[in-house]
């Protein structure tokens, strides 16, 4: 239990024998149940989980017949916490990326009642940069960025994070089904949760790597499937949120702004063509696709507006954001300190200290000592 709510750890795991006995061990002890998801991984990873099943109870294993996925796991997970009547469940990746110190965090803007969904991000921290692979880091940054318009929860940053917590509520509303079933699966869900209107919480995380892991992802080939996926997602969430749900006339500015736009980038296509070709273009045709692509970015801008500002309210205002991971390291002071002792009856003023009228005073003969000062 964990401030009242029953907790449950979903944990997806493929080829991690080596890492997921680390994971188990340390899993913080509020923890009710830990669900573990594997794909018949084919080094023993399930024989490892079974071992430590023998001295943790409160862990349970579960087998794909064949390799679903990342999100296919996750999603057998969530179906199996709701079966258990867990209040809220978190997910924890087999590869020890995620650190069990912060799992209270990521928990409590849930079991609150402040948000519906938490995640981790690691984006934020003042040493993401040179921890997280630079491949890595720009990859995950400009899927952000997709994510955020698709998705619609703008402040929401560092999509591709696995380390999350959600309650039964809204568990029960997602169609878990239909969730994307591999490495796509968080940025799927965060579209998912905006069209149920879920508030979401970002909360500071601490990157890890190289702490054993191999991971599965490819890179490239994910940015291509994953681009795709998220385009798909938000002209859906557009057309459930502001047509089938509720109409926002935000939808007109973005079908026109996009029908605009890209007809414009194909007719500068086409005229760099025919230029190319005979070189004869006429002056309307050019002034023609140059309104094309301008009233088409512009339109779509708006789009952008209204929808950001339609899910404001869903990201909470107080984001627990960066609170010890952006604590900076301070070099030590370089320089004689004279002081008197600190006073050990608790700072009561010391006899004969000046008063804040002297103080003041005081300022003002340095201020005009100042500003003499040459260096000025
Ligand atoms: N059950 C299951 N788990 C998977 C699958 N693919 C990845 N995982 C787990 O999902 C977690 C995150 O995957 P990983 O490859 O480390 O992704 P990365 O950390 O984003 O590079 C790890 O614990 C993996 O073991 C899969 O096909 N099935
Ligand atoms: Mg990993």
């Known amino acids: 239990m964990f401030e009242g709510s029953s907790i449950a750890v979903v944990v997806p795991c493929f080829k991690e024998a080596t890492q997921i006995r680390v994971v ?3 899993m913080p002890a509020f923890v009710d149940r830990i669900i573990v998801v594997d794909d018949r991984s084919p080094d023993g990873t ?17 087998i794909h017949e064949e390799n679903r996925g990342v999100g296919a796991a996750i999603a057998t997970g969530y179906k199996r916490a709701l079966d258990l009547g867990m209040d809220v469940t978190a997910v924890m990746a087999g590869d020890a990326q995620m650190p069990p110190n912060e799992l209270a965090d990521i928990l409590r803007p849930v079991t609150s009642g402040q948000a519906d969904y938490s995640k981790a ?3 934020v921290t003042a040493d993401a940069w040179t921890t997280i692979p630079r491949k890595r880091f720009l990859g995950n940054s400009m899927l952000s960025l997709l994510t955020k318009v698709a998705s619609g929860y703008y402040q929401v940053a560092d999509s591709q994070t696995g380390y999350t917590a959600i309650t039964a509520d809204m568990l029960r509303r997602l169609d878990l089904d239909d969730m994307y079933p591999r490495y796509g699966y968080p940025n799927d869900m965060l579209v998912r949760l905006n069209v149920l ?5 970002d909360v500071a ?5 190289d702490v054993g892991e191999v991971s599965g992802l490819k890179i490239r080939r994910v940015l291509f499937t994953m681009s795709w996926l998220l385009l798909k997602r938000f002209i859906w969430r557009l057309w459930k949120l502001y047509v089938v749900r509720d109409f926002h006339p935000l939808i007109l500015f973005y079908a026109l702004g996009l029908v605009m736009f890209v007809t414009g980038v194909a007719g500068a296509i086409a005229l760099i ?4 070709g005979d070189g004869t273009i006429s002056g309307a045709t050019a002034v023609a696709v140059s309104i094309l692509l301008q009233s088409g970015l512009l339109l779509s801008l708006f789009g952008v507006l209204f929808d950001f500002e339609h899910n404001r309210p869903l990201v909470s205002e107080y984001r627990p954001v960066g609170l010890d991971a952006d604590r900076v390291e301070h070099e030590p002071i370089r320089a004689s300190i004279e002081s008197a002792p600190i006073d050990p009856d608790g700072g009561s003023r010391p006899s004969g200290a000046t008063t804040l009228e002297q103080e003041l005073g005081r300022g003002m003969n340095e201020m005009r000592a100042f500003s003499g000062d040459p260096r000025d």
């Not at 063509?273 to 190319?276: C, I, K, M, R």
């Open 46 to 62: 399930a024989d490892v989980v079974r071992d430590c099943m023998r001295t943790h109870p409160n862990v349970e294993l579960l």
């Open 273 to 276: 063509v025919l230029a190319w």
């Open 205 to 209: 995380s601490v990157p890890v790597y």
């Open 24 to 26: 188990i061990e340390t």
């Open 197 to 201: 209107r879920a508030r979401v919480v």
């Open 121 to 123: 991000n690691r984006l």
